[in-house]
């Protein structure tokens, strides 16, 4: 039967997947605006088609810090502590991105604009790319000690494996981020986003296979959990085949709902290959955090659990609402609020 741990343990892994699920795409249109936009409205057409969901889409990320806090205070002083720097770079970005968002519209001077597209773009590649960058460290194994310190140096967080996974990551923000775009977007938008992402499709398909080989030679997940993720890596490329099918065939969508799979088969798969693990030490094996070890007591998580269970359906309420009363393509012809 499955223990409390186990249960928080998924419980903040499904709050980062959805995160990447819904802030992947977030991010991947701040990139694209940068990109595939021509002119100031075509811009704001893409910041708008975000609009009303990306501050809400940076709950789960806060949700899942604090899970983690509640949950494992030994996983999140050990984890935050360690990646300070990291999650520092990752909160400017976010800020950074936030104010961009909702000061570029007010913003007169062409200059600013730009300045203000700069952030934008900056703001949307660096949380992505370090949150690759670090959870590929997670899995790879850090230095931890018996007092569940982290001492990690530069090339332990910073490695060529590492800024693979935070380079494929990236990528696959922007692709999941255009094919957002079709969904939100009309006209010769939607046509470009949907050019770009199919332009993406083999790069992309590099970098997995790439980053999956090293993972392959680089960690133990598979030795750990070898059929789990060997199944999991399966369905991946069934569904990133799908994904294209379903693009070159202009049935948006479907190619959305694959390219989420995706983000949702990927990150899934990193809180599975670290299970029962919370953080693997690179120093001994007996000094990693597990679920058991990095948890709080019985007592502080069972009442969590009530207060979660009881809360969760209108936060999900909320969220799936949101999305609904915002289903509208974005017409840049009419009014724009950011």
């Known amino acids: 039967m499955l223990s409390l741990n186990e249960f928080w343990f998924i419980l903040v892994a499904v709050l980062f997947v959805g995160f ?15 990109f595939v936009a021509k002119d ?34 030994n996983w999140y002083a050990s984890m935050l502590s360690g990646f300070y720097l990291c999650f520092a770079f990752i909160l400017f970005g976010l800020i950074g991105r936030g104010v961009a968002f909702e000061f570029r519209g007010k913003a007169e001077h062409p200059t600013w604009r730009k300045t203000w597209d700069w952030v934008i773009l900056f703001g949307s590649i660096i949380p992505p790319l370090v949150f690759g960058i670090m959870f590929t460290a997670l899995i790879q194994g850090v230095p931890i000690d018996e007092n569940m310190h982290m001492l990690a140096g530069v090339s332990d967080v910073i490695n060529v494996y590492t800024v693979l996974g935070g380079v494929t990551l990236t990528m696959l923000c922007v692709w999941h981020g255009l094919i957002f775009g079709t969904l939100r977007l009309m006209d010769t938008l939607r046509e470009r986003c949907r050019s770009a992402a199919k332009k993406l499709l083999p790069i992309n398909a590099i970098l997995l296979v790439a980053f999956l080989g090293m993972t392959f030679f680089k960690t133990d997940m598979f030795s750990v959990h070898g059929n789990i993720l060997e199944y999991l890596f399966m369905v ?38 670290l299970f029962p693990r919370v953080m693997i030490s690179s120093i001994s094996e007996a000094y990693s955090l597990t679920v058991q070890s990095a948890s709080s007591g019985d007592y502080s998580l069972k009442v969590m659990t009530y207060i979660s269970l009881a809360l969760l359906p209108f936060v999900l309420g909320y ?3 949101s999305y609904y009363v915002f289903r509208k393509r974005v017409d840049h012809k009419e009014h724009m609020e950011y």
Do not use: C, H
């Open 319 to 321: 969220q799936i609402w």
């Open 40 to 73: 100031d409205l075509e811009k704001r057409a893409f910041i708008n088609s975000i609009g009303p969901y990306w501050d809400a889409n940076e709950v789960w990320l806060i949700t899942a810090i604090g899970a983690m806090f509640a949950a494992f205070p």
């Open 20 to 34: 990447f699920f819904l802030e992947g795409f977030d991010f991947g249109v701040g990139i694209a605006s940068k």
């Open 236 to 273: 991946g490329i069934l569904v990133y085949i799908a994904s294209g099918y379903f693009i070159t065939r202009k049935r948006d969508g479907w190619a959305f709902l694959m390219s989420g799979l995706i983000m949702i088969l990927l990150i899934a798969s990193v809180f599975i290959g």
